[in-house]
């Protein structure tokens, strides 16, 4: 069974960072069958897909465009786990923050992280 | 991008009834249409994949239909634990979308 575990500050100041990370059990990072999501979730936008990361003969993202200036999303197969980072954040940003594994659907959900942009 | 329009936003059911929730695609996604329960404080969990798989473990008054642009996501005998929102995603293009979901109270 693949769990989901995520992990990183719950505040972060306007014009900064923000790192999350989420460590995987009971799948790979590489696995070539799974692509490896973050999704945000706040009232004014409902569920919003960020981008994503995945392994087949070669590492590739993909990143949605309303951030795409700002965000990597990363793998690292030796602590098998993925990691978000999100520049210049805004008071805009603030949301629950999801990683999510994509296989068959997205399959395996994160715990969720709110992530509060202030000062 | 693609558009999912889910309706309604949201319904007041009473227990054993059945309920459908439409979801439908500003364009055609084939067979790539996903249903997710979420529940207060709770990630999103997938029920149903490809327009009408059950996802493993499922109880089988969860069932999706549908192609193209429309979609369907039954359930048949609520129960008091089916309150909950439901979205819609698809898998068709990027991005990734998702329909803006449905509440039921019971």
């Known amino acids: 069974q693949v769990q989901l575990l995520q992990s990183g500050p719950g505040l972060v100041k306007p014009s900064q960072t923000l790192s999350l990370t989420c460590g995987i059990s009971?799948?790979?990072?590489?696995?070539?069958?799974?692509?490896w999501n973050w999704i945000r979730q706040s009232p004014s936008r409902g569920l919003e897909w960020l981008g994503r990361?995945?392994?087949?003969?070669?590492?590739?993202?993909e990143y949605a465009e309303s951030v795409k200036s700002r965000i990597t999303i990363s793998p690292d197969t030796s602590k098998n786990h993925f990691s978000l980072h999100l520049r210049s954040v805004t008071p805009d940003d603030t949301a629950v923050y999801y990683c999510?594994?994509?296989?068959?659907?997205?399959?395996?959900w994160g715990q969720g992280t709110l992530v509060t942009v202030s000062s | 991008e693609v558009v999912l329009t889910q309706s309604p936003d949201s319904r007041s059911v009473t227990p054993k009834e059945s309920v459908t929730i439409t979801c439908r695609a500003s364009?055609?996604?084939?067979?790539?249409l996903h249903w997710y329960q979420q529940k207060p404080h709770q990630s999103p969990k997938l029920l149903i994949n490809?327009?009408?798989k059950p996802f493993s473990g499922v109880p089988s008054r969860f069932s999706g239909s549908g192609s193209g642009t429309n979609f369907t996501l039954t359930i048949s005998g609520l129960e008091a634990e089916d309150a909950a929102t439901y979205y819609c995603?698809?898998?068709?293009?990027?991005?990734?979308?998702f329909g803006q979901g449905t509440k039921l109270e019971i």
């Open positions: 999510a594994r994509g296989s068959l659907g997205l399959d395996s």
């Open positions: 009971g799948d790979t990072v590489s696995n070539t069958d799974a692509a």
């Open positions: 990361t995945y392994y087949r003969s070669e590492w590739s993202t």
């Open positions: 364009q055609n996604v084939g067979l790539n």
């Open positions: 490809y327009a009408f």
């Open positions: 995603h698809q898998s068709y293009r990027l991005p990734r979308t």
